[in-house]
């Protein structure tokens, strides 16, 4: 907890320590700062009027620092239906606000939320290290703010080097290629967009990938930045190759033989496709074809050999 009056220090204090948590306190912003490096807490309260650093510089101060980033901070405001100074905070990156006065279950509830949210959001950060899909962040100019052990490995370079890099030039993507055009202007209409791309990995081989990215909003609803998920999709796009080129191979016979083929239904003996030979035979246009069964060109006690031989 950090205040410059050390009467409401004392009671925020005691009324937290009593509900079982551990405190420290300090007087000032810098003070804090430095303390928060040292003792690495889970949460911060600060009063936003405070001499030198006040409580809006801290928590910029604070959301800018590589360790501190994502602790949750509570600002405390002893100025009533303050909605500027609300908004101000919650601008630089306070979670939520108190009044003073305020009453006690009021800061023990909020101070509840706030602990059980950032042990949610660790356990996300988690689970986002452990996955094996692709996962970053970047800024609203392209640029990498964070990114997974997945992806750094793909990039085959550390996520220290990554950061501040453009995303597109990291996997080799030309933004304003045909493909990417239209799902930009998704983005910049702060729309989640979806898209596959050939990128090429660290060992300078080429990956097919399917790429979701979707806006970050901040608490006032607004676009701070965009996080991706980029899965790796390179068998499954052969798998898909393998599969039109052997229905391509399929047709190219099935329409050049010179012996006439059809296909057709064992429900109900109609034509489902039929081959150039089997028109020029029969004499029948295709769409005739499609619209008889194969009772309609052999005689009917030619048809359960006919089936047999097919």
């Given at each position: 907890?950090?205040?410059?009056?050390?009467?409401?220090?004392?009671?925020?204090?005691?009324?937290?320590?009593?509900?079982?948590?551990?405190?420290?306190?300090?007087?000032?912003?810098?003070?804090?700062?430095?303390?928060?490096?040292?003792?690495?807490?889970?949460?911060?309260?600060?009063?936003?009027?405070?001499?030198?650093?006040?409580?809006?510089?801290?928590?910029?101060?604070?959301?800018?620092?590589?360790?501190?980033?994502?602790?949750?901070?509570?600002?405390?405001?002893?100025?009533?239906?303050?909605?500027?100074?609300?908004?101000?905070?919650?601008?630089?990156?306070?979670?939520?606000?108190?009044?003073?006065?305020?009453?006690?279950?009021?800061?023990?509830?909020?101070?509840?939320?706030?602990?059980?949210?950032?042990?949610?959001?660790?356990?996300?950060?988690?689970?986002?290290?452990?996955?094996?899909?692709?996962?970053?962040?970047?800024?609203?100019?392209?640029?990498?703010?964070?990114?997974?052990?997945?992806?750094?490995?793909?990039?085959?370079?550390?996520?220290?080097?990554?950061?501040?890099?453009?995303?597109?030039?990291?996997?080799?993507?030309?933004?304003?290629?045909?493909?990417?055009?239209?799902?930009?202007?998704?983005?910049?209409?702060?729309?989640?967009?979806?898209?596959?791309?050939?990128?090429?990995?660290?060992?300078?081989?080429?990956?097919?990938?399917?790429l979701i990215v979707s806006p970050i909003t901040d608490r006032m609803d607004e676009a701070v930045g965009f996080?991706?998920?980029?899965?790796?999709?390179?068998?499954?796009?052969?798998?898909?190759?393998?599969?039109?080129?052997?229905?391509?191979?399929?047709?190219?016979?099935?329409?050049?033989?010179?012996?006439?083929?059809?296909?057709?239904?064992?429900?109900?003996?109609?034509?489902?496709?039929?081959?150039?030979?089997?028109?020029?035979?029969?004499?029948?246009?295709?769409?005739?074809?499609?619209?008889?069964?194969?009772?309609?060109?052999?005689?009917?006690?030619?048809?359960?050999?006919?089936?047999?031989?097919?």
């Amino acid at each position: 907890i950090v205040n410059d009056l050390p009467d409401q220090l004392e009671l925020m204090a005691g009324l937290l320590r009593k509900t079982g948590y551990s405190v420290i306190t300090a007087e000032d912003g810098l003070e804090a700062f430095n303390l928060a490096k040292k003792e690495h807490p889970d949460l911060v309260i600060s009063d936003v009027s405070m001499p030198g650093i006040n409580g809006l510089d801290f928590c910029r101060l604070l959301r800018t620092d590589d360790q501190l980033g994502s602790i949750p901070i509570l600002l405390v405001s002893a100025q009533r239906k303050d909605t500027e100074t609300v908004v101000a905070g919650l601008r630089a990156g306070a979670d939520d606000y108190l009044e003073v006065p305020f009453d006690s279950t009021r800061l023990v509830a909020k101070v509840s939320r706030l602990l059980e949210r950032s042990r949610l959001e660790a356990s996300y950060r988690d689970l986002v290290e452990q996955a094996s899909d692709m996962i970053f962040t970047q800024d609203l100019s392209g640029r990498l703010t964070n990114i997974n052990v997945a992806g750094a490995r793909f990039l085959g370079r550390s996520r220290q080097e990554l950061i501040g890099e453009s995303s597109f030039s990291l996997f080799g993507v030309d933004p304003l290629s045909n493909g990417f055009s239209g799902s930009l202007n998704q983005l910049r209409d702060n729309r989640e967009f979806r898209h596959q791309f050939v990128a090429k990995g660290a060992s300078g081989a080429e990956h097919w990938l399917d790429l979701i990215v979707s806006p970050i909003t901040d608490r006032m609803d607004e676009a701070v930045g965009f996080r991706g998920l980029a899965r790796d999709i390179t068998e499954r796009k052969q798998f898909e190759l393998a599969l039109r080129d052997s229905e391509e191979r399929y047709r190219l016979l099935f329409e050049c033989t010179p012996q006439p083929i059809w296909v057709y239904s064992e429900e109900t003996n109609g034509f489902l496709a039929v081959n150039e030979a089997a028109i020029r035979i029969y004499g029948y246009t295709r769409d005739e074809f499609l619209s008889m069964t194969i009772d309609d060109i052999r005689p009917g006690e030619d048809v359960p050999a006919l089936l047999i031989k097919s």
